[in-house]
């Protein structure tokens, strides 16, 4: 199996601010990854697939980059409607495997 | 409007069995593959299982496999998961969801049903 590392678990930032989140493969995946965001009681959403492209109806300000084993997903200017759990997932050989997630809170 | 509305979740003992449901709609189910994901009280994500659009191909996780088993019905548009040999580490909120065009990412989910394993 594909592990990820993904980091930080827990992000303070302020709105307005550029995060930043990493996920780390234990071995090359291309561009086989997706990102996704959480809220609390709610399903995941789909921001980002193919490492960097972005899913319809997701805003502008997320972005994706990376191939191989190193990954980011960039918010450029934090909202108030982006402070949830976010998660890398990749899909380039089974099992799919999720990272363990990156809470982003209101510093 | 795509939607998946899953049911069958409860308290269940150790040892028992459930089957969970997902009923599609708003897009043709028997072109997509599905997938159950589940999520532990306060826990990350964990992909569980894989069902192929014409039920050709199935996978499990190694957590489930021999315990769990995956099917579908695309005459009725609804994906099943039949649950046997529970245990306390079955505990979550189980998720269907829909497998993006382009690759095994999920572009939709259902709302996730709870499953409780206890005594």
């Known amino acids: 199996a594909i592990w990820m590392t993904q980091s930080p678990s827990l992000l303070s930032a302020s709105t307005g601010d550029r995060v930043t989140i990493s996920c780390r493969m234990s071995?090359?995946?291309?561009?086989?990854l997706a990102w996704y965001q959480q809220k609390p009681g709610k399903a995941p959403e789909l921001l980002i697939y193919?490492?960097?492209t972005l899913q319809s109806g997701v805003p502008s300000r997320f972005s994706g980059s990376g191939s191989g084993t190193d990954f980011t997903l960039t918010i450029s200017c934090l909202q108030s409607e982006d402070f949830a759990t976010y998660y890398c997932?990749?899909?380039?050989?089974?099992?799919?495997?999720f990272g363990q997630g990156t809470k982003v809170e209101i510093k | 409007e795509v939607q998946l509305v899953e049911s069958g979740g409860g308290l269940v003992q150790p040892g028992g069995s459930l089957r969970l449901s997902c009923a599609a709609s708003?897009?043709?189910?028997?072109?997509?593959?599905m997938n159950w994901v589940r999520q532990a009280p306060g826990k990350g994500l964990e992909w569980v299982s894989y069902?192929?659009?014409?039920?050709?191909?199935?996978y499990y996780a190694d957590s489930v496999k021999g315990r769990f088993t995956i099917s579908r019905d695309n005459a009725k548009n609804s994906l099943y998961l039949q649950m046997n040999s529970l245990r306390a580490e079955d505990t979550a909120v189980y998720y269907c969801?829909?497998?993006?065009?382009?690759?095994?990412?999920?572009?939709?989910w259902g709302q996730g049903t709870l499953v409780t394993v206890s005594s």
């Open positions: 193919a490492a960097s």
């Open positions: 071995q090359g995946i291309s561009s086989y």
């Open positions: 708003g897009f043709t189910f028997s072109s997509y593959s």
């Open positions: 997932q990749q899909y380039y050989s089974f099992p799919w495997t």
């Open positions: 969801a829909r497998e993006g065009g382009s690759g095994s990412f999920y572009d939709y």
């Open positions: 069902i192929s659009s014409s039920s050709s191909t199935i």
